[in-house]
């Protein structure tokens, strides 16, 4: 069964850092755009990062440029998101999305994982 599933979220204190994971299986992240959204409460969902097919080119929102990088590694199927000075702001569930980059394969979202920032 061809699946993404986010970890590495958690209760964090201002100023702090955390790495979240997005692996895939049943698929290869070779052939995909890959993206981060989160969803901050009462709010819709927004896109955080997104990488090229061959995470050489990362877009990163305005609200985490310089704090936030996304990163790929091919060899292990596996998409990061590495988050520094976070901000209470950030508080929200993030969420992975796998996009087949011809059309002809699924799309993917993942279960999401919480993160907390709070003194």
């Known amino acids: 069964q061809a699946q993404v599933v986010e970890s590495g979220g958690g209760l964090v204190q201002p100023g702090g850092s955390l790495r979240l994971s997005c692996a895939a299986s049943?698929?290869?992240?070779?052939?995909?755009?890959v993206s981060w959204w989160r969803q901050r409460p009462g709010k819709e969902r927004e896109v955080v990062a997104r990488?090229?097919?061959?995470?050489?080119?990362?877009m990163h929102a305005d609200s985490v440029q310089g704090r936030f990088t996304a990163s790929k590694d091919d060899a292990k199927n596996i998409v990061y998101l590495q988050m520094n000075n976070l901000k209470p702001e950030d508080t929200a569930i993030y969420y992975c999305?796998?996009?087949?980059?011809?059309?002809?394969?699924?799309?993917?979202w993942g279960q999401g994982t919480q993160v907390t920032v709070s003194p």
């Open positions: 999305y796998a996009e087949s980059s011809d059309g002809a394969a699924g799309n993917y």
């Open positions: 049943g698929f290869t992240l070779t052939t995909y755009l």
């Open positions: 990488l090229s097919v061959s995470g050489d080119v990362a």
